[in-house]
């Protein structure tokens, strides 16, 4: 297996699975929250906040990262009152590799959670209220065992659209070995390295399996817990 990838690509594949599962994970219940509000909720300024969700799909991703730095960034408003309060440092670091991915596979997360919660009946949910449910005990009962199915199938989506995340990646944190290197950027890299296609080739068809396992992985788990 060692002789398949180098250290440096291997490196590189551990990075994005690593940021991979933290903006899968940091982005959930974000996400569970806006999916909910979006189909069931009923106020001014519901499709700004539509918008606001879906435009890392609509803005190229370079835009999306160049934002990110301006906000996140040591200078941006955002990212110094995070280091300053909590020693937390996104720019050109992996956590800023992170909240890109996070960011960019945001819109896919609240898209697959909204379709199931859309296809929940709200009579269910009205039917718990009559009972005396409050709204926390009718989402743990009724609509999230429901929903189940559909945030799993978001997450791992979610999560495949992370470990290809590049445009805005490269914008906000660059293109650091050891650091911020995923494994887009890897390739990327190699691309331009003569005699190194076959090295970004393999580093390629790595990205696929894990792509497909997650994938695979999606499937069995949402049948599991229809069942």
């Not at 906040?49 to 435009?55: D, E, K, M, Q, S």
């Not at 937390?88 to 590799?97: D, I, K, Y």
Request: glycine fraction near 10%; hydrophobic fraction near 55%; proline fraction near 6%.
């Amino acid at each position: 297996m060692t002789d398949f990838l180098g250290p440096a690509e291997w490196q590189a594949v551990r990075l994005s699975v690593i940021v991979s599962l933290w903006a899968t994970l940091c982005s959930l219940p974000l996400a569970v929250v806006c999916a909910l509000t979006l189909s069931r909720g009923r106020f001014w300024g519901r499709q700004a906040l539509n918008i606001l969700v879906h435009l890392p799909l609509i803005l190229p991703p370079v835009v999306t990262g160049y934002f990110l730095l301006l906000a996140f960034g040591r200078r941006g408003p955002v990212g110094a009152a995070l280091e300053q309060a909590l020693g937390l440092v996104f720019a050109f670091r992996w956590t800023g590799a992170a909240l890109a991915a996070g960011v960019m596979a945001f819109p896919l997360l609240v898209r697959a959670i909204r379709l199931g919660v859309d296809a929940v009946d709200p009579k269910l949910e009205q039917a718990a209220a009559t009972l005396g449910a409050g709204r926390l005990r009718v989402f743990g009962t009724v609509t999230l065992p429901l929903i189940w199915p559909a945030i799993i199938g978001g997450a791992i989506i979610g999560f495949a659209k992370a470990m290809g995340e590049f445009g805005a990646t490269i914008t906000f944190v660059s293109n650091i070995p050891g650091q911020t290197q995923t494994i887009p950027l890897a390739i990327n890299s190699l691309l331009d390295v003569p005699g190194a296609q076959p090295l970004a080739l393999r580093l390629a068809l790595v990205s696929v399996g894990i792509a497909a396992g997650a994938l695979i992985l999606s499937e069995w788990l949402a049948r599991r817990v229809r069942r």
